[in-house]
C-alpha cells in the first residue's frame, strides 16, 4: 500500500509540459512564433513548481484564460509584459 501512495504521489507532482508553439499557431493568432515561445516559457519557470503543476492551455477556453491570469499574477509576482505573453501564449494555445 505505501509503494502505491508513493506512485500517486509521484504522478500527482510529475511536471507537466505545455504544448510546443508551432509557426502555425503564430499565423492563426497573427502574432511573433517567438512572444508565444517567451509566453510558454514564462508559463513554466512562473506558473509550474513541485506542488503546483503548469496550467495547460487545454484546461480553461481562451476567453476565461484572461481572468485566472487575473487571479494569478500577482501571486506569481508577474511584471505586466510577463503577464502579456502568458496571456497571448495561453488563448492562443487554448484555441487550437
Known sequence: ???LLVLFAIVGCAPRTPPAVTASDADRAHVEIAELQQGR???V???GNACHATPMPSSHSAAEW????D???GRAHLTVMQRAL???YLV???QR
Not at 484572461?66 to 491570469?69: G, S
Open 66 to 69: 484572461p481572468a485566472k491570469l
Open 1 to 3: 500500500m505505501k509503494k
Open 45 to 47: 519557470q512562473k506558473c
Open 71 to 73: 487571479e494569478m499574477a
Open 41 to 43: 516559457t514564462l508559463l
Open 86 to 88: 502568458i496571456e497571448k
Open 92 to 94: 492562443t494555445m487554448a
